[in-house]
């Protein structure tokens, strides 16, 4: 695409018709869009129209996002793709984009930031080694626009150095940053910090300078993550009084009156709490002659700053700094006074762990945000997390006292909430919450606290306090107290004995018909988190016959919860039923009929806009257990199945729904493999559909498709080993097995094609097959591919036998299978994981030493003894999972633009089989049989190459397997 007027309306045309609300209009623009971008120059014409004065604002932005996600899909460069951005407009947007941010309105700004960040991860400093001296430059300009600009394309270039590990790259790139940009930062900060007292009578300048101070301060946090720098060290002076000056001075006009949204003072003193909590944290020995200052400092912040919401994240990062310096041994004597650890429980930790009116608001009318921050882990930045943090940490030192202090308090609110529960049910509230923070002093994920204080006795808070809330008729009164009481029963469940969580069983499955979204859910979250729950030896707490009685409830419950507003995609409703399913077996299949239509329904409904990605994903789970489950009493239900889902599945198919593509063809491969014959016809007529190129674009879809393909060759080889349809399969092999992010997936299809074809099916492809396997060996040799290669070449001896492989190796290169011997089996074998594998490859290599001619006559029998001694090094020496240091690949490619990712189905999963059916049980006793049998064929050679060649620890192995299987050798 040419860079000129007409190209440029064209554009302009096309993003306007970008947001017609009138999708007949919308999406052909959107595509249009879409497949233009390939084309050159296509990112500089979207930067004319993002400069272009006399456009319309909104185009000028639709074009700055358009190009920010333009370089998002295609800026980096993936191996085996091919570069969708010309090498001469990296370079023209690398000169151009800087400049041209800084002069743009900040909407578009905000926009080019992002892209230029982007850019920078991949290009920066290497490749763009000008970025930051035209940056630190700008600093000079005085014009705030323009050094906001600059600073927050540094805040998001520089913030992965918070949490990225350590690498000497790394490492590198930081010391490059500050030498550039440590010195102009701190000499900007200083400016800007006597701008404060020019200005401090202008609210409107005032504003502009304190976002610039936010954005250093920002930038101050990342360039101090990893390690303390020498300049910032030698600098802390400076940098620390002004921190100081911040948060302690009061700077009335900045204040706002909206109560909700926080203003730039607000962000300003958050990011120096977290900054100085930093400090604490990781640099105490160079902190501490600030650190009391700043103690008093923030003590004073948090005593006098109101409970509004704009205040959460300041409040939340002084808590979080308070926690930091407590968890200090050498900071003890800050806290260890009973006046101070009473003052800390009063004044901060009960009153920001009240339920607010906001709370309140955002329990009742956004519940999924209230679910994401109190049980997802999501609440890292309110203040009931932080205080409950700040708990933990007192704790740690002062645990008796604190533990007493609290516990009078919690009496209190709950007498409080005795007088009235209809009035005071919040201090009951914080009651609760206010026992879990000091009972909780280690977690898991998978088993709730594992680790509780000794002086809070949660049997008897449960008995007393939680399972009254739960036992009341009314599942609708109270609804907070109610979805307290479950997140107590699930965050102490390890803690509980198995008969409380037993008798809890029923009054929390009637918890499942509440009308509050939150409530329901936490029961479906609880009951989840019961049914994973391990008796000692391995099997679940709760019994198949414990569970039994409450089925029927249980599920029933579940649908009418997933029928309410708001829950019709509720994960933890999906997921409870899918552990239902697991937990309870054979005991569902009563109930599976209703059960399959309505997950039917739900399909097909959801699937015409997929928004939830964890609850597509445990439907799916519950189809495939639901289909294991009745398959393995009665296989012959699997047409019943296929009867109740292929309508879904095509017109997921039909309608390319591609998040639910990848799950139907995990499903399809499941109920495919349970058939006992021959595969149906009706798989027989999707079969050329599923060699169509342009589903093996999207990489989630090649593991279930080459799945599926196996299972199509696995039932019909015969039908499959027609040759246009062979054909098609090896054009799929051959597109894989140059990818080295799919090579692995190309050897499972070629292997299923050797395991289950005859020989004369595909002789006449072989040797291009092996051609193909060579090419890519010599072009781009991984560590991975060499294994599979390997592996492939044992399961070829076992069914073709070793002499096939002799001659079709030797047939491409004469005398090539030597190199084989030597490059690849004697060198890269031990590599090889697995058990079945390593097994598959032990009785190949087993084949070739005993079953070859070629071996043991000619040029190749140098290499008998030591592939013998490599053999017994697979069966006796650890695996060697050394990769070369120059070695890169990727198990899930980061694939240009926007693709769903595979995410497979536990419950679908393929069960792991030996090729070998159980014919060779012990590969050791195995080779010891043969052996014998080739000793009788050529009595007196074998123990004369052994005893000479074999060495001492290999023989010694060795006589052991033989003697373990009375045989001799002559």
Known sequence: ????????????????????????????????????????????????????????????????????????????????????????????????????????PEQIQRQLSDAVSIIGREDFPDKWPQLLPDMVQKFQSGDFHIIN?????????????????????????????LENLAEPLTELFKATMELVKVHIENAANLKIIFSSLTLISKLFYSL????????????????????????????????????????????????ICDNVALYAQKYDEEFQPYLPNFVTAIWNLLVTTGNEVKYDLLVSNAIGFLSSVCEKTQYKNLFEN???????????????????????????????????????????????????????????????????????????????????????????????????????????????????????????????????DLQQLDVNKYPVLKADALKYVMTFRSQLPKEALLSCLPIIISHLRAESMVVHTYAAHTLERIFTMKAPGGRTLLTTAEVQPYIEALLSNIFLAMSSSGSEENEYLMKVLMRTFSMVQEAIIPYLPTIVSQLTEKLIIVSKNPSKPHFNHYMFESISLAVKISCRKDPSIVTNFESALFPAFQHILENDVQEFVPYVFQVMSLLLELHTDKAPESYMALFPHLLTPILWERN?????????????????????????????????????????????????????????????TISSYLKQIFILLFQRLQSSKTTKFVKSMLVFYGLFIVKYGSPALVEIVDSIQSNMFGMVVEKLMIADVQKVSGQIERKICAVGLTKLLTECPAMLSGGYVKFWTPLLETLIGLFELPEDDSVPDDEHFIDIEDVAGYQTAYSQLVFAGKPERDPLNGAVPNPRAHLALSLQKLSQQHPGKLMPMITSSLPQDAAKYLNSYLGTANISLS
Not at 257 to 262: G, T
Not at 718 to 738: C, M, R, Y
């Open 338 to 468: 009973q006046e101070t650890l009473t003052n800390i429980c009063e004044k901060v930790i009960v009153p920001n762990m009240e339920f607010r009116t906001e709370d309140e608001e955002l329990f009742e009318d956004n519940p999924e945000e209230y679910i994401r921050r109190d049980i997802e882990g999501s609440d890292i930045d309110t203040r009931r997390r932080a205080a409950c943090d700040l708990v933990k940490g007192l704790c740690r030192h002062f645990e008796g006292p604190v533990t007493q202090i609290f516990s009078q308090y919690v009496t209190l609110m709950l007498q409080v909430y005795v007088k009235n529960p209809e009035q005071n049910w919040k201090n009951k509230d914080a009651a609760i919450y206010l026992v879990t923070s000091l009972a909780s002093k280690a977690a898991t994920v998978k088993h709730g606290i594992t680790q509780a204080n000794e002086l809070v006795n949660l049997t008897e808070f449960c008995t007393g306090h939680i399972i009254p």
């Open 1 to 104: 695409m040419e860079i000129n007027d007409q190209n440029i309306q064209t554009l302009v045309v096309y993003l306007q018709q970008t947001f017609s609300p009138d999708p007949n209009i919308r999406k052909p623009a959107e595509k249009f869009l879409l497949q233009v971008e390939s084309n050159g120059n296509f990112g500089l014409l979207l930067l004319h129209v993002v400069q272009k004065q006399e456009s319309d604002m909104t185009v000028r932005v639709a074009a700055a996002i358009n190009f920010k996600n333009f370089i998002k899909r295609n800026w980096r460069v993936i191996e085996d793709s091919p570069d969708r951005i010309s090498i001469a407009d990296r370079e023209a947007i690398r000169t151009n984009i800087v400049d041209l941010m800084l002069r743009m």
């Open 700 to 760: 989630a879809n090649i593991p279930p498709l080459v799945r599926l393909l196996q299972a199509y060759i696995s039932k019909s080889s015969e039908a499959v080993g027609a040759s246009d349809k062979l054909n098609g399969l090896l054009g799929v092999f051959q597109k894989l097995i140059a990818s080295k992010t799919n090579d692995h997936e190309g050897f499972y299809l070629v292997g299923s094609i050797v395991e289950h074809m005859p020989q004369s």
């Open 149 to 177: 600009g600059v600073l927050r394309t540094g805040h998001s270039l520089f913030k992965r150095y918070r949490h990225e590990f350590k690498s000497q790259k790394l490492w590198t790139e930081i010391k490059y940053v």
């Open 224 to 271: 101090n993550s990893q390690d303390l720098p020498e300049f910032f060290e030698d600098n802390m002076k400076i940098w620390m009084e002004h921190f100081h000056t911040l948060l302690t001075a009061d700077y009335k006009l900045l204040k706002t009156n909206d109560n909700e949204e926080a203003g730039v003072l607000e962000h300003l003193k958050s990011q």
